[in-house]
């Protein structure tokens, strides 16, 4: 937007940046928008500018969808279509384009990348993934479990496999919201110390070796590919290296009667989980993909259209 229209703004770069009450606020708001009971169009005339340093399908397509629902309009920009592809600092980028847009959303590798675009740009900014957070995909999978069991208070959820940003984003998750968090993850593929540390001192986030341990009568059981983007080169020895954390039949017989199965998607079938899992009857991953639309409408009704978090 232009220099002489700029407001104070706010990001959203990782799950802790919301309150409680705030977060609460954001699922409320996502679940009239998931039962279509908010129709008002908080991004009428307004811009959301959309970098993709790498490949999407669900972001992509939800945060394009989710504007256009909201009255706005998105761009998408990728490497081979901005300068920022071909070296222009991010600061620059994030200076120009606050001079258009009326927000940022951003998928890329380095998260440091994202924290400078941040304080450079005069718009929000919304983290669309990075190398060590995945706060929107995280936020979704809460409303789903919202949506299925009614809340995550008292309940437990596992999660199996890479210490990845998914990993990273649940444990953010349970530090901001308190609920017990147990994480499998082979050695050598820990989360993030800092925020393992971080959320461990509320005592309800630990982190174990064996899978069974973790899946034994959890309410959600979660998992995600073994090599994620820009590790591709790492598969075959990732492969290796996570026999055993695959989510079969056995892992779930081992969790709550009612447990749900979440996975961010894309999945690999056979892999860090079977066909028969994430095409069964606990699976809840379809309407775990479709909560990204509506969870991410919300964070843009609220920092790009201002709607209240209240
Ligand atoms: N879950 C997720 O972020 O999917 P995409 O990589 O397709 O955006
Ligand atoms: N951990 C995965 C998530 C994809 C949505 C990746 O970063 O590739």
New binding site residues.
Partial sequence: MPASQRLRHRDFLAIPDFSVAELHALFDLADRMRTGRYTAKPLAGKTLAMIFM?A?T??RVSFEVGTYQLGGHALFLSPRDVQLGRGEPIADTARVLSRYVDGIMIRTFAHQDVEELARCAEVPVING?T?LL?PC?VLADLLTVRQHLGGWDGKKVAWIG?G???ANSWINAAYRLGFELVLACPEGYEPADHLLDRAREGGRVRLVRDPAEAASGAHVVNT??W?????EEEQRKREHDFAGYTVDRAMMARAAQDAIFLH???AHRGEEVTSDVIDGAQSRVWDEAENRLHVQKAIMAALIGGEPLA
Wanted: glycine share 4%; hydrophobic share 25%; charged share 25%.
């Fill in positions: 790498k999407s669900r972001t993934l190398d995945h995909q890479d990845n940003n998914m995600d590919v090599a994620s983007m820009g590790q961010c998607l894309p």
